[in-house]
Structure formats: structure tokens, C-alpha cells
């Protein structure tokens, strides 16, 4: 008989959006269709604007970094992919998420509905514009050594996630993390600033944490996560969800090297990204030993190849029984 991989669903946060995100399972999928549509309904009641116009209408400028949008359309272009898989016969054994890709990590384990998760997003979204200062995250390739050994980059940024051993971020408010950007370029440093406005994963955000944390009172209890939910801020599997989680997965580090290394399916595993650009499969390559037999899949990328994706899956024999 058999034994079916575990499988791990990915959600990846800031920094992995772009326009036209999920643009062909829009198109094609009407569970896709029908999640966004539904999703778009509870964000408008919030903000007056649609996501879907957002992100599916033509337009001039390529740099999608307002954040009242991508914060709601990086949670429900996720949440329409799960949802999508499960309809496919794929469910998750785990659900593992990246800053605010805690959110519908969270969504697919059962600890909030969609609706809650998109109206939080909209809701900490405006908590940063309002109170916090313009600055942004600037992705590094190179060993973290490089900022515990660089007083530059140091003084100038915050270590604010390590993804593998030759992967890291930085953030900053923008003046100092100019001076970070300049650095990396005297150095020869390959990096890629992201299309972020706000300094996640850093002190810079402190100032909105209050009144989000006020929000989150307002919330019902989270449920008890019914599929096991892996935390890249804590990098343990979480059961008991405090009513301050939302807001600390942001404020804290991104630690998926540290995840990865604790998860006991790291060498057989199916790691399925359901974020929109296939950022946290690449970061399970790199995290992979060469003795591992796991394996790892993007579904969205902006090549629009998401059915081949998904066709690839049935083929692999990872769909549940019945």
C-alpha cells in the first residue's frame, strides 16, 4: 500500500504580490472566481475599492505597493488558491505561514473565517499608514553573517528574517534604509529592494500595534487550528492562538530558516505554495538537504501557469482519498 506524503501548504507574505496575481484561475476556476468575489464583497464594505479592479484592470504603473490593497489581496488571492486545492482533492496535513501569510494560513486551519482575516488585514493596513513612517524591506542574497559582520548594515537596518543560509532581509525606515542600499551596492552585494512602503518586521511599526491589538479584542476567540499550523515567527507548530498573534507575526522576525529545520517531514514532504508568487517553494529548495526526497510546488507565478500546476499535483497522486 501506498504511504501518502504529508502535505504542507505554504502562504507567503509582503513582498511576494504583484499585479494580474491569480489572474488566469480568475479567468477559469469558478471556485477561484466565486472565493475572490466573495472576499471582494467584505473588503469594499471596509475601504470602498475592489480588489479585483485593482488587481485585474490594466494600468500604467507596475510597482503594486499600496497597502490598503496588498495587505486584503495577498490574504484573499490565498485563501481563493486553498480553496481551489481542496476542491481539487488536496488538502493540507499542515499549513504554514509568512508574516501576513499568517493570516490565511490561519483561514485554512480553521483559526478564523476569510471574512475575519480580510477585515483584519484592511484594519492593520490602516493602523501602519496612519501611524507609522514611510520605509521598506530591502531582500539580501548573501549569508546573514554579513549584517551580524557589516556595522554599516547594522546601524542602519533591522535583521529582519533569514530564509536560508544565503538569504536574508533587512528593514528599515527609508532614509536609513537608503544608507543600507548603498552599502549592499559598494559591496557588490546582489539584493532586490521589495514593493513595500512600511518597515515590517521592525520597530518602525511599533506605533501601530496598539490600536491593532485593540482590534483583535474585539474578535471572537480563535479556534483551535484543526491541521497542524507551523509559525515562521515562533518556529514551532502553534495550538493555542493568544489574542496578540496577528499582530506579533508581523512586528517579530521571519525565522523559516530556524522553521524549516524543526519540521520532522522536512526530507519527504510535499510543500505546496499557495502564495502568489512561488517565494516560499524557492526558499524550501534552498533549505533542502541532497539526501531529501521532498518535493515542492509553486501554483501561481506570474506566468499564469497555475492549472499545469495543479494538473501536476493530480499526476504526483497527492489528492486525499475519496
Not at 491569480?22 to 466573495?38: S, T
Not at 489581496?73 to 490565498?78: P, S
Not at 546601524?155 to 548603498?182: P, Q, T, Y
Not at 502568489?276 to 538537504?289: D, I, Q, R
Request: with cysteine; glycine share 6%; proline share 5%.
Amino acid at each position: 500500500m501506498k504511504v501518502q506524503r504529508p502535505r504542507i501548504f505554504m502562504f507567503s507574505g509582503q513582498g511576494s504580490q504583484y499585479y494580474q496575481m491569480g489572474r488566469d484561475l480568475y479567468e477559469r476556476h469558478p471556485v477561484f472566481r466565486n472565493a475572490m468575489q466573495e472576499g471582494d464583497i467584505v473588503v469594499k464594505r471596509n475601504i470602498q475599492r475592489s480588489i479585483i479592479d485593482e488587481l485585474y484592470r490594466q494600468r500604467e504603473s507596475s510597482q503594486f505597493n499600496d497597502l490598503i490593497i496588498t495587505h486584503p489581496a495577498l490574504v484573499l488571492v490565498e485563501c481563493a488558491l486553498y480553496q481551489v486545492l481542496v476542491y481539487e482533492g488536496v488538502k493540507p496535513d499542515y499549513v504554514w505561514g509568512s508574516s501576513i501569510g499568517e493570516y490565511a494560513a490561519a483561514v485554512a486551519a480553521g483559526v478564523w473565517s476569510m471574512e475575519t482575516a480580510l477585515a483584519a488585514a484592511v484594519e492593520q493596513a490602516k493602523y501602519v499608514i496612519q501611524h507609522c513612517p514611510l520605509g521598506g524591506m530591502i531582500t539580501v542574497l548573501a549569508s546573514p553573517a554579513l549584517y551580524d559582520d557589516s556595522k554599516a548594515l547594522k546601524e542602519s537596518a533591522v535583521l529582519a528574517g533569514v530564509n536560508f543560509s544565503n538569504h536574508f532581509m533587512i528593514s528599515a525606515r527609508n532614509e536609513k534604509l537608503d544608507v543600507a542600499e548603498r552599502f549592499l551596492r559598494q559591496t557588490n552585494t546582489t539584493y532586490l529592494r521589495l514593493p513595500v512602503e512600511y518597515a515590517f518586521h521592525s520597530c518602525d511599526i511599533e506605533e501601530a500595534g496598539n490600536s491593532f491589538e485593540m482590534f483583535c479584542q474585539t474578535l471572537r476567540p480563535f479556534s483551535t487550528p484543526k491541521v497542524r499550523f507551523i509559525s515562521s515567527m515562533t518556529g514551532r507548530e502553534m495550538v493555542n492562538i493568544p489574542r496578540n498573534y496577528f499582530w506579533e507575526v508581523v512586528r517579530n522576525p521571519v525565522r523559516f530558516q530556524k522553521t524549516f529545520s524543526h519540521l520532522d517531514v522536512t526530507d519527504h514532504g510535499v510543500f505546496i505554495d499557495c502564495g502568489p508568487s512561488g517565494t516560499m517553494a524557492t526558499f524550501v529548495k534552498y533549505n533542502l538537504t541532497p539526501n531529501s526526497s521532498a518535493q515542492f510546488f509553486p501554483i501561481l507565478t506570474p506566468y499564469q501557469q497555475a492549472e499545469k500546476q495543479i494538473d501536476a499535483l493530480r499526476s504526483m497522486g497527492v489528492r486525499n482519498a475519496g
